[in-house]
């Protein structure tokens, strides 16, 4: 049976301001230490002030504003990817309730949903999480900017970025009643090539590691956790693989959190660099697209999807 660890054992990275900076020292210890995180784990922690006290307090308050809204109104929520739309009500998962936010970063994504959820407008929910999407988008393309380059392949970056949307699910899993089980999302991987999750002050995170212990993630408000999604262990050719993890909600205050999942628009391969006699190649091109239908349909893994 697995044991359940203390404290936390991810690696935690810290970036200050001249960690930022491409081509210096900070920058390419980062890249190093990133790597090695994904590798080690499939995920750590980042931590970072890159957002005030005051968006953060906004953001989480305009959570609970929306997820106090009328469930029909919320059931509007429907995206063209599977997966993503809103999901609540669910026997297996009675305390979890989610929201999906396809190209978070752009203004007129995020206006569009919340007249969807508030017709006469809401400018401050709208204009927080514009904010919050921005500045957390950046930061998913600075990681894998760092990752690519500490694999020797950053000239792939670019065009990567270009095919990626950036999905910003919002979520909620509530108190449990009595004789409710308190699991707020079972044990899974994501389907995505990186996730970025961050949440207030409920913690509930729990990674499993490769060596079948649990990690309680702990996060500081100015942390976030980096989570390697299955389409980025296919990329990585399984030198990254995507951890299994699940949330439990324990405690008397509901938890509120975002994940930002990056789904690339094209096909995914392994890059040729990554291919050797230690790592030979695992993984077919495939779309991430068609991954995500295949997935909903069948709730099996990547390698019956992809593996070579």
Not at 182 to 210: P, R
């Amino acid at each position: 049976m697995a044991s359940l660890e203390e404290s936390p054992k991810l690696h935690v990275i810290y970036l200050a301001e001249e960690t930022f900076k491409e081509g210096t020292s900070e920058w390419r210890k980062a890249c190093s230490e990133v790597r090695q995180a994904f590798e080690e784990h499939g995920c750590f922690a980042l931590d970072c002030t890159v957002f005030s006290t005051e968006l953060r307090q906004g953001i989480f308050g305009g959570l609970k504003e929306l997820f106090d809204l009328p469930t029909q109104v919320k059931m509007q929520n429907k995206c063209q990817r599977p997966l993503i739309s809103y999901v609540g009500n669910i026997s297996r998962m009675p305390i979890h309730e989610s929201l999906g936010l396809e190209d978070a970063a752009t203004f007129q994504a995020v206006n569009n949903f919340t007249h969807r959820m508030w017709p006469s407008g809401n400018n401050h929910f709208r204009d927080c999480v514009h904010a919050y999407g921005k500045i957390v988008v950046e930061l998913d393309k600075m990681v894998t900017r760092m990752l690519f380059e500490s694999y020797g392949v950053e000239k792939l970056h670019k065009s990567y970025v270009e095919s990626t949307c950036y999905v910003l699910r919002l979520l909620k899993n509530r108190v449990a009643e009595e004789g409710e089980i308190n699991i707020g999302i079972g044990t899974h991987t994501d389907t995505s090539f990186t996730t970025i999750l961050h949440q207030n002050e409920v913690d509930g995170l729990e990674v499993e590691t490769k060596q079948g212990n649990n990690i309680k993630v702990q996060f500081s408000p100015t942390s976030f956790v980096v989570m390697a999604g299955d389409a980025l262990m296919a990329w990585s050719n399984d030198r990254i693989k995507s951890p299994r993890h699940k949330v439990v909600v324990n405690g008397k205050v509901d938890r509120y959190s975002m994940g930002l999942f990056t789904f690339n628009n094209g096909i995914i391969k392994v890059p040729e660099e990554l291919v050797d006699e230690k790592h030979p190649l695992m993984y077919k091109p495939f779309d991430h697209t068609k991954l995500l239908h295949f997935f909903a349909q069948t709730r099996t893994s990547i390698q019956a999807y992809c593996a070579i």
